[in-house]
């Protein structure tokens, strides 16, 4: 049967290698259950409600990557637009986190219909290399920062904006908790230089753990009021019915102080960030992966969209943030994943997670910290793919753009407009039309339109 599903023999692969690799993606993007529920909570959501969404989601859009494409990636909630679910939309703008689901839903359903189709894929093939790397770069920075602020690091000043935390003051809540963030960070790089498997969960962990050494030394002190609670874990049965309070909510929106207008914006924000995100960290997967043929194109990218914008749709409904493909799933293809059983052992251990639903709401932010930075790390390593020279900086200006604009302003989407419309104006100037896709042209137009109308 297995052979039939997902025909091994032809990938060059079996089924013992399949399930291992599965289990090694599960392990290494395993952190996105207490990352995910700690980014949305800032946002108002219910943490446990969100882990679930969050497990279920992962399965629905993982097995749809199986069974319909036969590749070996996993999906869930997608770092860098859960923070532009949380930081932009709701805390940025201050537009209620149901309205924000409710966008992610209508983004999913458009998105399913571009997927039938050719535009989406047109859209993937028409951006230059040069800018599909820099989104990933730049996401990378927009995710670190996050890190550095949930870590306590990086603190607000009113003289340059951003400052390092002052580690003597509020030591025993404020400056420990930074301090352990440090360590922790320093841990979960060594832990993946040395590949170890799971080496970003075991950071997570290691920090939480030493946390709660330094809680019963009683050198961190709870204070509840100044949002510093206790480390120490409450061991208990999940409660599911936490699920009902994000389940359907995208469809239960006060559009009171929104507006039908504002509302269109919103849709528009999450389908340029959700598109441009989704198809970076595509060809960021399948590159690493060695899956792109000899025209830097994705053979089986329409199901592989498709699987994507069916999670974004269901996670939606359920209570989560856009879901989409990881390119911790890297790490299954190196372990010797090649096939659709890679993804479906993923899938499954997604759905198993549940059952440990109170143990990850119960980590702390600056636990997962770490894992914020050093994914940064990772999704930032794509800038040495930018030829920096002189001949190229027709291409290598737009990029440095792109990359810079998504940290410094807070959103993905200003980096990756800021991008388009740079790459379009320098080449046009240059003379270098010949590297302009016409849809390139196109979609400089909207991301202009977007500034003078929205």
Do not use: H
Not at 26 to 37: C, G, Q, R, S
């Amino acid at each position: 049967m297995l052979e039939k599903i997902f025909k091994l023999k032809e990938n060059n692969t079996n089924a013992k290698t399949e399930i291992t690799a599965g289990i090694t993606t599960f392990m290494t993007m395993a952190y996105i259950l207490a990352v995910n529920p700690s980014v949305l909570g800032e946002a108002g959501m219910d943490p446990t409600a969100v882990l679930l969404a969050t497990c279920i989601a992962s399965f629905i859009g993982t097995a749809c990557m199986a069974l319909m494409a036969n590749l070996p990636f996993a999906l869930s909630a997608g770092m860098g637009l859960n923070a532009f679910l949380a930081y932009t939309v709701v805390l940025g703008f201050g537009y209620p986190w149901q309205v924000a689901l409710l966008a992610v839903f209508v983004e999913g359903i458009v998105f399913i219909i571009l997927s039938l189709t050719n535009i989406r894929e047109a859209i993937f093939n028409a951006i230059p290399f040069s800018l599909k790397n820099a989104v990933s770069v730049g996401i990378g920075l927009f995710i670190a920062f996050i890190g550095l602020q949930n870590a306590g690091l990086s603190v607000a000043n009113s003289s340059t904006l951003v400052s390092i935390v002052s580690f003597t003051d509020d030591f025993s809540t404020q400056g420990i908790c930074a301090l352990l963030a440090i360590i922790g960070t320093f841990i979960t790089a060594v832990l993946y230089i040395r590949k170890m498997k799971g080496a970003i969960l075991i950071g997570i962990l290691g920090t939480w753990i030493l946390g709660i050494i330094c809680q019963l030394a009683g050198i961190y002190v709870p204070d509840a009021e100044n949002g510093f609670y206790s480390l120490l874990p409450s061991f208990q049965m999940t409660d599911f019915s936490k699920l009902g309070k994000t389940f359907g909510e995208c469809f239960n929106v006060d559009f009171n102080g929104v507006g039908i207008f504002n509302f269109i914006v919103i849709i528009f924000s999450f389908l340029f960030v959700d598109l441009f995100d989704t198809l970076g960290t595509l060809i960021g997967v399948s590159t690493k992966a060695d899956m792109l043929d000899e025209n830097g194109r994705l053979p089986k990218i329409r199901p592989a969209l498709l699987a994507d914008a069916i999670a974004t749709t269901a996670g939606a409904v359920l209570g989560t943030s856009t879901t989409t493909t990881f390119v911790e799933s890297s790490a299954g293809v190196a372990a010797g994943g090649r096939t659709g059983l890679t993804s479906i052992t993923t899938a499954f251990l997604f759905l198993i997670s549940m059952l440990f639903a109170p143990i990850f709401t119960a980590i702390p932010s600056f636990a997962t910290a770490p894992a914020l930075i050093i994914v940064g790390f990772l999704m930032f390593s794509n800038i040495s793919n930018l030829k920096l020279t002189d001949e190229n900086y027709t291409k290598a200006i737009p990029a440095y753009l792109c990359i810079i604009a998504m940290p410094l302003f807070y959103s993905i989407s200003e980096g990756i407009s800021i991008g388009v419309i740079s790459y379009v104006l320098i080449n046009l100037v240059c003379r270098k039309t010949k590297d302009i896709n016409p849809i390139m042209y196109v979609l400089a137009v909207l991301f202009v339109l977007k500034y003078i109308f929205l």
